[in-house]
């Protein structure tokens, strides 16, 4: 079993930077892919960055690309996704997950998820 808590979420005015966290309980982290996804008012849940148990590859959604960083400590038991240059659009609740397979952008494939961080981006 794996617990995962979000933070960093809050309000910010487009252009801006925030940081997320999550932080990770129970059995060792190193052992999990992790992703980060979002879901906005009214929208599915979508992928936004995942990162492989070793931290060496890392993948993003278009969305994302050259403006969101998605990094781990395995030592600390952290997962942190640094969004920068952010837009009203990337607004929504921000959840951390745990996937024991394989780096996947499919929400469906992780086994565990947080409670989620809200992120809104004003313009």
């Known amino acids: 079993q794996v617990q995962l808590v979000e933070s960093g979420g809050g309000l910010v005015q487009a252009g801006g930077s925030l940081r997320l966290s999550c932080a990770a309980s129970g059995r060792t982290l190193s052992s999990y892919v992790m992703g980060w996804f979002r879901q906005a008012p009214g929208k599915d849940r979508e992928f936004v960055a995942g990162?492989?148990?070793?931290?060496?590859?890392?993948t993003y959604a278009e969305s994302v690309k050259g403006r969101f960083l998605i990094s781990r400590d395995n030592v600390k038991k952290m997962v942190y996704l640094q969004m920068n240059n952010l837009k009203p659009e990337d607004t929504g609740v921000y959840y951390c997950?745990?996937?024991?397979?394989?780096?996947?952008?499919?929400?469906?494939?992780?086994?565990?998820w947080g409670q989620g961080t809200q992120v809104t981006v004003s313009s």
């Open positions: 990162i492989t148990w070793s931290g060496g590859v890392t």
């Open positions: 997950a745990a996937n024991y397979l394989k780096l996947t952008q499919v929400a469906g494939a992780y086994d565990y």
